[in-house]
């Protein structure tokens, strides 16, 4: 762990803006006369962001533990619409005396090269008027996030959101899995039109924002704004191609397999079949409690390597753990670093199911990321870009996966390790579909709501295995995109989980020959952080940055052969 300066406690209560507000100042009118003292400036720069970043942290952790809760919702309130603007201007005028101070060029790049892009970028792309279009588009999102998030069908004559009842579409009933899908794409096609609205409103003050910072269409910006320094967009439709090319056949094979376990004739898989168990196969029961499961993932995680045994029982010990499913908490999962405590915070809803297993070794290795950079003093590098920060936890998705037999027995333990290694197949057209959709609308920002569908429809026609029979059904495919809430929310942010699952199974291929060096690369690579460009970041865990078509094609049949090889 780190050891601050005292610039600022680390104790320190933020209730108003203006608790920060002096630390801001004081940085502000700080005397930076050589590159020394602006060394000094930029951790305490670090530390001061850190200390915010970690009560924001729990305001949010909070509020997702008990959503009800008025106090919560209200701090939570609080930190985003009033603290965290007024911080971002105050930062904003912090980094341009950074970036502008006369010694900035001279810091030595070894240390602090990454920091120069990443502040001079996000310079490059301020600008006053978007702050405004900003604001107006998060308010859109939470307009989506409520149209979506409060929908909910009636089966069997009881209401459940959404999220239960696609737990239907896995039954071993067929009769039972069509009525949940039609009644989802129902609900769903219900309110494609507000949806449509919402989203074309969204699109023109993207559009607007992208001009105003000077580029000609807005999957550039955002493209710049990811600050995705090692690939072009080019790279990025390459990507999709080679998908298209070597994944789509396996994903075929993959269906086709799965059709054939239903007893489907060839012409009888249906859209409601996806996803169903065969008949006379229960789904699978890993564990009951979330004491159970926890138990298991220390066990699992200290037989990878001792200290990642320890960090969770760390966490343990400081109650950084929330698993159980509840009424009242918030859908999901995921892993929040506490940049003052060093520690991590996860947060699922376990309900004993086999993806609950996934997802805690998931959040595990995010956690060990956590841990791995707690020793670096800038915030600016221990917050990792999502490429890097998924190859961590996907990752450690597959290191596990030979040790989940501390769930299951022998039968079991090969199902699950086969449905996980298909699921990683059949995630990549879809990644492919909601990136290629994406670039499609922004660099066409004047089509028609019937053009984007048909658009749409064209990239299923390219990245589905084209075994389903939809007859009938043709509106719900074609408005297929509305499901995907990244598309609405967080544009372009999608493609990351392709490149990082490449990255993952890199470390996987290396772990099985090798996994002293596998493993010690995995610590030295998630010790960087952002410290230093991807590419080399992947370099140190002995793997390549790399997501052209012969490597895609490489892993798919390293993939294939896990799955020869795994037959019960
Ligand atoms: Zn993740």
Redo the contacts with the bound molecule.
Sequence with gaps: MYQPTNFIPTDLTINSWEDLKPYFDSLISSKVNDSEALGQLILHYSETLSVFHEQNAWSYINMSRETTNQEYLDRHELFATKISPELEKAANVVEKMIVNHPSFSDLPDARFGQLKKKLRRELELFREENVELSAEISKLSTQYDQLTGGLTVTLDGEEMPMPKASVRLQSSDRAIRQEAWLAISEKRYSVKEEADRIYDDMLKLRVQTAKNAGYDNYRDFSHDQHQRFDYTPQDAVDFQNAIEEHIVPLAKKIGESHRDKLGLAKDDYRPWDGAGEPEGQEALKPFKTGTELLEHAVNIFSEIHPKFGENLKAMKAADLFDLESRKGKAPGGYNYGLETTGMPFIFMNAAGTHRDVVTMC?EGG?AMHTFLTNDEPMIHYRDTPSEMA?TA?MSMELLTAELWSKFYNQKDHIRARREHLEGIISFFPWCATVDAFQHWVYLNPNHTSEERDAYFDELNGRFTSGLVKWDGYDHFRRNGWQRQLHIFGMPFYYVEYGIAQLGALQVYRLYKQNPEAALEGYIKGLSLGSSKPLPEVWEAMGIKFDFSAETLKELVAFVQQELNDLQD
């Design positions: 998931h995010h998924e936890s």
